[in-house]
T-cell receptor, first 114, second 109 residues
């Protein structure tokens, strides 16, 4: 148990579907992140939220839409995805943004786009 | 550009010692992290080095040389449960994390 919970753990969707990934942290952290993890590639930072405000969007296509209603919850809304979007999507949290402390990761949502 | 290099895969024997190397090129430097990730699980924090030298934590040690842009993770008395991917990440001058692609470590009996 890492304190960061992601649902669903596995998701299969067609290119025309709309689905959402959910992340919840019970660590009292202020910063939350979405990462994409593809096989044999470095983690790709997608979005960063600090105190519910989006502080970073790393040129992510608009078919990925984040939402952060409060400091404990983070969503990633998915629509009209492409097969190359199939990957493990990891949520993480940290006390602040300075990255001198560890990130706490969820176990990820494995997404397959058909 | 900013870059992290680490071997893609390594194999070692149970009970032995293995060293996983990581070299980094970043715009400024504010520390280096190692994370462990078992298949299908969350990455978990192993170590953070910001000063030169070796830091030991049980069977795991992490070394940093800032002048060489180099770090390694040393795993002693290997156990089967150490089979995992090991991720190296450096923090640049803007406190952004730059990640390596990970090293898959296979432990054989």
């Amino acid at each position: 148990e890492t304190g960061v919970t992601q649902t669903p753990r596995h998701l299969v969707m067609g290119m025309t579907n709309k689905k959402s990934l959910k992340c919840e942290q019970h660590l009292g952290h202020n910063a939350m992140y979405w990462y994409k993890q593809s096989a044999k590639k470095p983690l790709e930072l997608m979005f960063v939220y600090n105190f519910k405000e989006q502080t970073e969007n790393n040129s992510v296509p608009s078919r990925f839409s984040p939402e952060c209603p409060n400091s404990s919850h983070l969503f990633l809304h998915l629509h009209t995805l492409q097969p190359e979007d199939s990957a493990l999507y990891l949520c993480a949290s940290s006390p602040g943004l300075d990255h001198t402390g560890e990130l706490f990761f969820g176990e990820g949502s494995r997404l397959t786009v058909l | 550009g900013q870059n992290i290099d680490q071997p893609t895969e390594m194999t070692a024997t149970e009970g032995a010692i293995v060293q996983i190397n990581c070299t980094y090129q970043t715009s400024g430097f504010n520390g280096l992290f190692w994370y462990q990730q078992h298949a299908g699980e969350a990455p978990t924090f192993l170590s953070y080095n910001v000063l030169d030298g070796l830091e030991e934590k049980g069977r795991f040690s992490s070394f940093l040389s800032r002048s060489k842009g180099y770090s390694y993770l040393l795993l002693k008395e290997l156990q089967m449960k150490d089979s995992a991917s090991y991720l190296c990440a450096a923090t640049d001058s803007n406190y952004q994390l730059i990640w390596g692609a990970g090293t898959k470590l296979i432990i054989k009996p």
